[in-house]
């Protein structure tokens, strides 16, 4: 425990790479779930089409997708000898953004569902009697419901920080190029180091943490001015 | 307004996306699938440094059991193997997925047990004796379970005493499919048998209750090979990095810093490069 | 003069609207034309609500015909509707105005948003969050959307069933200031104090059906059905 304390104070450039890379590629594959997952649940919310129930039943589930699997899945098509082997993505961190991406975006996706879903049936009437048209109705259903949609975020976010599974199978967990604080915790582990493994736990805590706070205080200040 | 501020903090959040890299760097890199067991006992961070001062390579260790090792380059998305599993390694060559073996160093394994030793076999220097004397009393043993290099050892060992516990799979032997510092994690928390590489279990520092048990015998000697991966069966294979890294390793230079890697004093890893072997100009 | 893009009068030729084994409203023919304000009064459940989604053309009628001015189904729609409990959008009260400019095809800009605030008695509260407003000035907001569109006719549910005297009031003294500009009001309400206070003309309903229909002093003074008499008198009437 000491030892990872002092790491921190002695601002090591190794621990400091680790962190840096963890918040890059969690935070980067957060946002392209939101890019991906919400227009997908506003649509599964709003548009009546064949296929919806089992959409939305297939969204719930994949809220509870296997890490390890998701990370299987990804490097069998990552790799050299799979369908996108000529990007030569595998072992990379780009990799493990997508891993976690894919990780994510339906549990993205299916709150966002929720979400606008009971919005809408609060709005409809309104909406229906002010003639509001689809792109408006999907835009301001999904301003409306910018704080649950924060708070999704940070459910993808924290899912995603938590996990080892997926990137350290795409990632390869590499020294200096695609170890991540929970790859390292991983590895400390196995090297017999428990106590630094449970200092790193702890500082990966304090940075989920400082994210929701971050996130908590950016609410307060939009609450009070207005909007 | 409100909007713009939402959109600003997600802005912020988002630093750089992680780039794909770069046509250089990419020549300068190259990917090595190795053990665990090199990974763990800390020689590549001791190693690798100086390769990359010589040369600007830029090694990138990719640590998995020497089966998966394997297959990972079968499938080309790697560049150098690393491994010690001589039989297996002359088989990927022969199958035309490498392009020549090499050895490069050697250690042994070591039989690790609790300090307590139910089996009574502490102090020994028959390996195989002591495995026979651990399934007769019922001990709990830890098999790594991943077709790693030790794990093929191991399996060699139990066939030598005329066992089978894998297939038989009796309740005191346990496969846990991990490497070595977990199996050695496991067996300190089970009071467990295990069998373990020197340089792993002397780097490994939750030892708990664990000592040597048996060590010094001939059949638990431990030699690693490097071959480079076959460019004709994956075109993108990096062939003049990769081969740089052999020749290093193989070179007087590279056997000289295997050699002086050391944790308390001892040396974790004997290097053996064949004198027939070696490259000109290492 | 005849306009023929005028939603009105609207005829209803007898209309029933039926949800699941219930008849809401039941052989309704009725006509409403320009003018005074016309009241829908009854006790609860009575279908008033029913009559104005079917004006509004939020839903249709399961039988009959229901015509607006010249044609029958028009294209634009030049009405709005106040709901009794208004849903606010979840931004300040003036979004929710430029929201309503928006839908409407209309400019949202800042003077027409200032005019319509003005309107309702609500030009310092731009700036709050619709959500925190009061009940009643919630329900002032909900008129300013429903200006917002510049309709022809206003409907209005119950605007002031949960609202104070005082608020009330400032409700009532807005439709009568929008119906003497010459927007058509279509309110409905079981209030008769309400009903006496702003009614031109009377549409009176229990249980689906259209008791009876005319001017208001005439329903006051002498209503013509047994069932008007008991509503007067104050009795529950079903």
Known sequence: MADAVHLIWSGDANLFAIVRLSLVVTLSATVLAALVGMPLGAFAA??????????????????????VVVGLVVFLLLSRSGPFGELGLLFTPAAMVIAQAVLITPI?????????????SEYREEFQAMQVGPLARVSALLWDARFSLVTIMLAGFGRAAAEVGAVIIVGGNIDGFTRVMTTTIALETSK????LAVGLGLILMSLVMTVNALAWSVRRWSEKHAA | MHFSAFALLLGALVTPFPSLPSAEAQEKSIVVASTTSTQDSGLFGHILPMFKAKTGIDVKVVAQGTGQALDTARRGDADVVFV????????????????KRFDVMYNDFVLIGPKADPAKIKGGKDVVTALTAISAANSPFVSRGDRSGTHAAELALWQQADLDPAASKPAWYREIGQGMGAALNTANAMNAYVLSDRGTWISFKNKGDLAIAVAGDQRLFNQYGVILVNPEKHPNVKKAPGQAFIDWILSAEGQNAIRSYKIEGQQLFFPNAGAGQMQQAG | MRDSTSDLPIRLEAVSVRAGTVDILQNVSLEIGRGAPTLLLGPNGSGKSTLLKLGMRLIAPSTGRISFGERSAASTRRSAIVFQKPVMLRRSAAANIVF??????????AAAVAHLLAQVGLSGLADRPARQLSGGEQQRLALARALARAPEVLFLDEPTASLDPAATKAVEDIIVRIAGEGVKVVMATHDLGQARRLAGDIVFLVG?????RGASPQFFASPS????????AGDLVF
């Open chain 1, 108 to 120: 993205v996706a299916a709150l966002t569902r929720q979400v606008v879903e009971d919005l809408w």
């Open chain 1, 192 to 195: 017999g180091n428990l106590a």
């Open chain 3, 100 to 109: 309503a400019l928006s839908a409407a095809g209309r400019p949202a800009d």
């Open chain 1, 46 to 67: 709003l548009v009546q089409f064949r296929g919806r129930e089992a959409l939305v039943v297939i969204l719930n589930a994949f809220m509870g997708l296997p890490p």
């Open chain 2, 84 to 99: 010690h599993a001589k039989p297996q390694e002359e088989k990927f060559v022969a199958e035309g997925f490498g392009v």
């Open chain 3, 225 to 232: 059905t047994d069932g008007a008499r008991r509503f007067l």
């Open chain 3, 208 to 212: 689906g059906r259209v008791l009876e």
